[in-house]
């Protein structure tokens, strides 16, 4: 079985801030990959980062990068210098046997 | 653009009837996933496909049903519809079954509304 959590339904942080966007995880496979998503309000689903479980080093993607702790199974998004555009919902997924999503965490960036 | 085309964007209907919703994933692209979101709800996975094979089924209600055909495009069926079906369906598409895929993009959803 495979498992996802998100523990923060929202989070306020101010432009120009960083902001850490929690994600655990459970999976019995060892090999699994983990994805982070962005959904404004418009609705699509916008990929931002995959991080795979046998990585060495941290997924980065420009302002986005991905704290891979495996021993403590966690995968959090990690946002420098928020911009206004990234308020949005953000979603972790978990692939192992199937792609799993987390429950979400809305993110506000204010002035 | 994803690559992930869905059809239709919007569907209207009323209880009681049935609906097929398309997924194109992106060229090369093997798997096919199916997700039902709510309102403001997240992602329930509903079905995986790889190349024309079930590979993995979520909470999926045996009103539903989906199939990939042989040009790897998916339909997604829904039938005696209930209005607590009103949602955003995505599909999503990957390379392969094997994991990890580095990559999985969305379509942009049809949003179904039963009344």
């Known amino acids: 079985a495979q498992k996802i959590t998100q523990t923060q339904p929202g989070m306020f942080v101010q432009e120009k801030e960083a902001v850490t966007l929690d994600c655990t995880y459970d999976?019995?496979?060892?090999?699994?990959?983990l994805f982070w998503y962005k959904q404004p309000s418009s609705g699509e689903m916008i990929f931002l980062i995959y991080?795979?479980?046998?990585?060495?080093q941290n997924a980065t993607e420009g302002r986005y990068s991905l704290n891979f702790q495996k021993a403590r199974k966690s995968a959090n998004l990690v946002i420098s210098a928020s911009q206004l555009g990234d308020s949005a919902m953000y979603f972790c997924a978990l692939e192992a046997d199937k792609l799993i999503f987390g429950t979400g965490t809305r993110l506000q960036v204010f002035p | 653009d994803s690559g992930v085309t869905q059809t239709p964007k919007h569907l209207i209907t009323a209880t009681g009837q049935r609906v097929t919703l398309r997924c194109s994933p992106r060229s090369g692209d093997l798997s096919v996933y199916w997700y039902q979101q709510s309102l403001d709800q997240g992602l329930q996975f509903l079905i995986h496909y790889y190349n024309g094979e079930e590979r993995a089924k979520g909470n999926i209600l045996e009103r539903f049903s989906a199939q990939q055909f042989p040009d790897l495009h998916s339909e997604l069926n829904l039938s005696s519809l209930e209005l607590g079906d009103s949602a955003l369906y995505f599909c999503?598409?990957?390379?392969?079954?094997?994991?990890?895929?580095?990559?999985?993009?969305f379509g942009q959803g049809t949003r179904l509304t039963v009344v």
């Open positions: 999503a598409s990957s390379p392969g079954t094997g994991v990890p895929n580095t990559e999985a993009f």
């Open positions: 999976t019995s496979d060892p090999s699994y990959g």
């Open positions: 991080q795979g479980s046998y990585d060495q």
